[in-house]
């Protein structure tokens, strides 16, 4: 039981995830080391923030310091991301081997990022929930909330799919200069962190998280070009692929698809 629990669980995590890379990503090695290097820049946030907090020693007792570093730290290496993405585009352009989708369509970057962001947030939040699911015991015998497993998955694909959501966004609003829409990822991501130091109160948190998941996801395929006639062409099998340029001002316009 323990076993099918960890896959179950396991799956409801990561299973979106590793669909998306596999069908978008895999298949085009440039995605795949830009997925890597962005998870990577997540990893250095998580390092700045766990220094931080050791640093500050009168400050450890309180979680919500901690949850709020962590947030800012990874909005900031985002944003370096971003930065190093913009000074690397002629070496990808040259490295692209004809491919220059990933280049000139700016949402695909976002995308990609956003994911590597994503997956390795939710790797390290789950990993040891993971660990335990296998046994030997089980949870709720002493009190404990029963369902702490399944939703602790849930909460992580939640993540996983908002970090997606506001690598778009993110990109976008700084392509753009919108600073209310980057102040909605940065405030958006605070309050998905903090809710959570609300649990066990699932009734709450859990509706809240996918709340914020929802309407993120709505922004973003607003703003990468989205419609209902890409909605059609996708149940239809039929991808409809846009040219959207962009003018000196940063501001993204479609242009045509088919």
Known sequence: MTVAEFFGCGLIAFGPSLAMFGLTIATDPIRTIML?????????????????????????????F????????????????????????????????GNMQIVENKHILAYVSGLGFGMISGAFSLVNVLADMTGPGTIGMKGDPKNFFIVSAVTSLAFILLHVFWGILFFNALHRRAYLQLAYVILCHMLASCITLMNPIYSVTIPTIWILTILSGVLAFIVAGGSHRTIQSAFRGRPQVLQVNADATGNFTQVGGM
């Open 36 to 64: 890597v290097a962005s998870a990577f820049f997540w990893l250095l946030a998580l390092l700045f923030s766990s220094i931080l907090y050791t640093a500050v020693v009168q400050l450890q007792d309180y979680l919500v």
């Open 66 to 97: 901690g949850v709020i570093c962590s947030v800012l730290f990874q909005e900031l290496f985002r944003f370096l991301w971003f930065l190093l993405i913009q000074k690397a585009e002629g070496g990808l352009k040259k490295v692209s081997d």
